[in-house]
């Protein structure tokens, strides 16, 4: 297997039996999943499970990732925060599609409390399958990569 075959697969306490299904789906389909874990029911923090993913992706050594936790947003904005990454959450197939099309997204989030098995199988597909579409998307998507080095220190910190 090469790394354009090998999916990384992570994700926190909650959506660890989605994730196996999802790694074996895919395994199925001809990927070589790459399941990071965790294993254990035990509660756990999604942005360290985001960035492991994530670091796999960005190094080159995994094509894609999938991440999930319980809304799917917590670990994309982990996973969003290591340079090269580009996640996004998807809750429709339209979506999952779209973020490769249009966006060259590397990794899918999912929200294990928010969408079933079979809908999110069906997003992955989506994802898997499509293609980006390069032409006038490819500068907007070098725009988002243009901000990974444009900031100092944030001020802003939320609540
Ligand atoms: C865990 O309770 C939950 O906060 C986490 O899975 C996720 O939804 C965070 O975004």
Same mark, same amino acid.
């Given at each position: 297997?090469? $790394?354009?075959? #090998?999916? %990384?697969? =992570?994700? @926190? ?12 789906? *895919? ?24 960035? $492991?993913?994530? #670091?796999? %992706?960005? =190094?080159? @050594? ?12 917590? *670990? ?84």
């Amino acid at each position: 297997m090469t $790394a354009s075959n #090998r999916i %990384v697969l =992570s994700s @926190d306490h909650t959506a660890i039996q989605l994730r196996l299904t999802i790694a074996a789906h *895919i395994a199925a389909h001809g990927w070589e999943a790459v399941d990071i874990g965790p294993t254990t029911p035990e509660s756990t923090h999604y942005p360290k499970h985001g960035e $492991a993913a994530a #670091r796999l %992706v960005a =190094s080159g @050594d995994c094509r894609f990732g999938i991440i999930l936790c319980g809304t799917g947003q917590g *670990i994309m904005m982990a996973a969003n925060k290591v340079k090269g990454v580009r996640c996004g959450v998807c809750v429709d197939t339209f979506s999952a599609r779209m973020i490769r099309q249009h966006n060259d997204a590397n990794m899918l989030s999912i929200g294990g409390r928010v969408v079933g098995e079979g809908l999110a199988l069906d997003i992955v597909d989506a994802f898997l399958t499509a293609q980006f579409d390069g032409g006038r998307h490819a500068p907007r998507v070098a725009m988002i990569e243009a901000l990974e080095t444009k900031d100092g220190p944030a001020v802003r910190r939320g609540t």
